[in-house]
């Protein structure tokens, strides 16, 4: 925890709160009863004296610029943040503003645990648009492709044709249940919002697949379901290699957004 110069000017991106400071100590300096000033987005807090002859005028007198990790613990209406003691008004109080400084930590948590999430997804996407791809070329020459595949494991008795199917069947099952397993895991921690947001990204991106593999669309109902999903394409980017990839890093900015979404203060 770092103490920059009280006069610094902070420019927070999300409101900041005020309590009333009971009192506190750092490195065992005491500081008077007056405010305690929270700034959420920018992990700082700020201790402010009561001057004027209102009282009702503060006047900085100690900044604390908190790393995303930082240990915070509540012990009643006591708050202990590394060396920092606060005391406030309640124990309400001081979980309120626990949870406040503790807020970037879980954020840090959300997005790692969307990344595993998400990589669940595009695992399953991408096995399936390689199978989808497969039976495009052998739909259009049967042999060249059959003999591009042989390593799936075809024996002597195994038909190519079969062989093929059945490595792909294999790949796909395994990869929808690892992608269902792992929704299903991060929904506790990420929020139904953002786990029924990758189920219909899947879904949106599988019809672009289907529309692929089928030929003849104009893919204008997909760019739609796309588009309300935050995602701006083409049908001329849709159609080039490996549409998965591009479309799946596109989501990824509203995902974070779904998934450290804060409510507003009070």
Request: charge should be negative; aromatic fraction near 6%.
């Amino acid at each position: 925890m770092s103490v920059p110069p009280a006069g610094k000017v902070a420019s927070p991106e999300w409101p900041p709160r005020t309590y009333r400071l009971v009192s506190a100590t750092y490195q065992d300096k005491a500081y008077p009863e007056g405010v305690l000033w929270v700034n959420e987005a920018g992990s700082e807090i700020e201790l402010r004296k009561w001057t004027g002859k209102d009282r009702r005028t503060g006047t900085a007198v100690a900044r604390f610029n908190l790393e995303p990790n930082v240990d915070v613990l509540v012990e009643g209406p006591l708050l202990r943040v590394s060396g920092l003691s606060i005391t406030l008004e309640s124990p309400g109080v001081a979980g309120e503003v626990a949870d406040l400084l503790g807020r970037p930590a879980k954020e840090s948590e959300a997005v790692r645990l969307l990344s595993e999430a998400e990589s669940s997804v595009s695992g399953f996407l991408e096995a399936r648009e390689e199978a989808l791809n497969v039976l495009s070329r052998i739909k259009v020459d049967p042999r060249d492709a059959l003999f591009e595949v042989q390593s799936m494991g075809t024996t002597d008795d195994t038909e190519p044709l079969d062989a093929v199917y059945s490595h792909y069947s294999t790949l796909l099952a395994a990869s929808l249940e690892k992608m269902t397993s792992s929704l299903a895991t991060g929904e506790k921690a990420l929020g139904s919002r953002v786990t029924n947001r990758l189920y219909a990204l899947a879904y949106a991106i599988g019809a672009v697949q289907n529309a692929l593999f089928e030929g003849g669309s104009d893919l204008a109902q997909e760019l739609a379901a796309l588009q309300e999903l935050g995602i701006a394409t083409t049908a001329e980017d849709l159609r080039m290699a490996k549409p998965t990839e591009r479309l799946m890093l596109r989501a990824h900015q509203e995902l974070v957004v779904l998934a450290t979404a804060r409510s507003p203060p009070n």
